[in-house]
């Protein structure tokens, strides 16, 4: 293949491994593996473990490629890894998707063990769901075992998910968006401050977050003591302890505000049953790739295209409805549907070094399809977002729109306005359809029966 690397773009989210690092060429995703990882790359490949990995769904496969090396001095070769459809961040998930990353983590580095190797780092990003399930995507995150170490990663698994989860389940689960602010885990020390007393006599959080904790302050400002040795046995039992720790931890959806919504008198059972005939019917006209449901709920609508077997991410602000989605994805074995957390008024900004290790929410866009159902008010009459910006961001996020307009006679609306001014002479449906045509073209509308609501089909311009 050509070896010009004008169309070569270096992914900023893997800089910091030295042992290779991923690009992209001409569209298609590539991991460059250095001559140092060499020794470590063929035990993997050779010893089993690859196989055993990715047979049990636990790692992202590749294939060796011919494709020509970025860096080719220090190059030993190139792999192109599966694409995962889309990359989500920690801050994202769900207690239990962090949860369940966690254990995974912990569940690859023991099967490492039994083939002479373990995880040399234990990030929470190199985590990915991938057919409903969460799945290692850095197949440079291994080295060969040297017998008789403490593990390398501990600290990080620490950082990365038994802080923030310990906080989720003990303190408040809005606690998970502090790894927004720590893009590294959140702080053992700042963990240990937050957490109640009563977690001091919960073996694994006393072990591994405030003794832990009060381990690194003792030695910030000294010499390290040289690293002491640990038998494998030891490493297993640590590895154990950790996992008896995060099944431990637990949190519980309720008093989700829209946990209930479709019970609620917002819709006849003829107009429910018409919505999701529109948006159906939309769905199979388009035949999108992918869609983006914002403001899902527990994903009632995203799974009319889910269950089409169409790549459907289903974001909500509420955790907790994001969380029971996700459990009804496991429980049901869904392989089309990701439920996310995503607050439209401030979602995911692009963070690390440079604001481009992490993506912002609209970097990992256009999706084809956007459904903004139930939405509209809670944007322009909750958090003050004039028509017209909010025509602006969808217009940004998708290609097409399934949306629905809630008038100021609907009992929902009358709820938000209840407490506050009305200060928005422009909310009508006649001021949505001229703030939405600049950016839209509709294809086609319907009134929802025995409601005021209007369902909406429109191509962006």
């Not at 196989?51 to 792999?79: D, F």
Request: overall charge neutral.
């Amino acid at each position: 293949m050509s070896s010009t690397t004008d169309t070569i773009q270096p992914s900023s989210a893997s800089f910091r491994d030295p042992s290779g690092f991923l690009f992209n060429q001409d569209g298609a995703l590539y991991r460059q593996v250095n001559r140092v990882y060499q020794a470590n790359y063929e035990h993997l490949m050779t010893s089993g473990l690859y196989e055993k990995l990715t047979e049990r769904g636990l790692l992202i496969p590749h294939r060796e490629t011919s494709q020509s090396a970025p860096l080719p001095q220090v190059a030993y070769r190139v792999i192109q890894p599966d694409r995962v459809p889309f990359i989500s961040y920690p801050y994202e998930w769900s207690f239990s998707q962090l949860k369940d990353a966690a254990l995974t983590t912990l569940e690859i580095q023991k099967i490492a063990l039994e083939f002479g190797m373990w995880l040399k780092d234990s990030s929470a990003y190199n985590i990915q769901f991938l057919h409903g399930r969460p799945a290692l995507i850095d197949t440079l995150s291994f080295e060969i075992y040297p017998e008789g170490q403490p593990w390398v990663a501990y600290r990080q698994f620490c950082q990365h998910f038994l802080a923030p989860l310990s906080l989720m389940a003990y303190c408040d689960v809005r606690l998970s968006q502090l790894l927004r602010v720590y893009i590294d885990g959140v702080p053992l020390d700042l963990t240990s401050k937050l957490l109640p007393a009563i977690t001091r006599f919960k073996l694994p959080l006393l072990i591994h977050v405030h003794l832990h904790a009060a381990s690194q302050r003792r030695y910030a400002e000294k010499t390290l003591p040289t690293r002491g040795q640990m038998s494998k046995t030891a490493l297993l039992g640590l590895i154990d302890n950790l996992e008896s720790g995060i099944h431990a931890l637990r949190w519980t959806p309720r008093g989700s505000e829209w946990g209930d919504y479709y019970e609620k008198h917002n819709y006849s059972i003829a107009g429910l049953e018409q919505k999701e005939r529109f948006v159906a019917s939309s769905i199979e006209q388009i035949c999108p790739a992918n869609v983006w449901d914002l403001g899902a709920n527990i994903g009632r609508f995203s799974r009319l295209a889910s269950q089409r077997s169409i790549f459907t991410l289903a974001f909500d602000s509420d955790p907790a409805a994001v969380d029971l989605n996700y459990q009804q994805c496991r429980i049901e074995k869904e392989k089309h549907l990701l439920p996310l957390l995503a607050d439209l008024t401030n979602p995911s900004p692009p963070i690390g070094w440079q604001n481009q290790e992490r993506m912002s929410l609209l970097e990992r866009g256009p999706a084809d399809v956007i459904l903004a159902l139930a939405l509209i008010h809670h944007l322009a009459i909750s958090n003050n977002v004039p028509l017209s910006r909010i025509a602006e961001f969808l217009h940004q996020a998708g290609k097409w729109l399934i949306i629905e307009f809630v008038p100021k006679s609907d009992s929902q609306v009358q709820k938000l306005l209840a407490a506050r001014q009305d200060i928005f002479p422009e909310y009508d449906l006649d001021g949505f359809q001229r703030s939405f045509s600049s950016y839209f073209t509709v294809l086609r509308s319907e009134q929802i029966q025995d409601s005021q609501r209007v369902l909406f089909l429109m191509k962006g311009k």
